[in-house]
């Protein structure tokens, strides 16, 4: 599976985004699927998962609330809504396919990521 991610940009705190994640190669439905981001001189960390059909969705205590996780498997894509951004949430953001899980070790494929910069 080869991942695209796209969507980020720099936006005020308060703003909202809406990331993307299209797949190809082979159809995502039969993966679950996480975001995860790496801000400048952190490690990478779980944002987002979500499950093959979509029903179960688990979040980072850090987003939850603000972000949501949602895919259109029809479309081959998986999307990160994220409202109400913090200066905290700037990063590089990945998306992965894999298994229903909160670990980086979890996922076989990733995406290039894409830059979310908040700024006050």
């Known amino acids: 599976v080869q991942l695209q991610a796209s969507g980020g940009g720099p936006v005020h705190t308060g703003g909202s985004l809406r990331l993307s994640c299209v797949a190809s190669g082979r159809p995502i439905s039969g993966h679950d699927m996480g975001w995860f981001r790496q801000a400048p001189g952190k490690e990478r960390e779980f944002v987002a998962v979500?499950?093959?059909?979509?029903?179960?969705?688990s979040f980072a205590d850090s987003v939850r609330g603000r972000f949501t996780i949602f895919r259109e498997n029809a479309k081959n894509t998986v999307y990160l809504q994220m409202n109400d951004l913090e200066t905290e949430d700037t990063a590089v953001y990945y998306c992965a396919a894999g298994s229903y899980s909160r670990y980086i070790s979890g996922y076989r494929f990733w995406g290039q990521g894409t830059l979310v910069t908040v700024s006050s």
């Open positions: 979500i499950s093959e059909t979509g029903r179960l969705k």
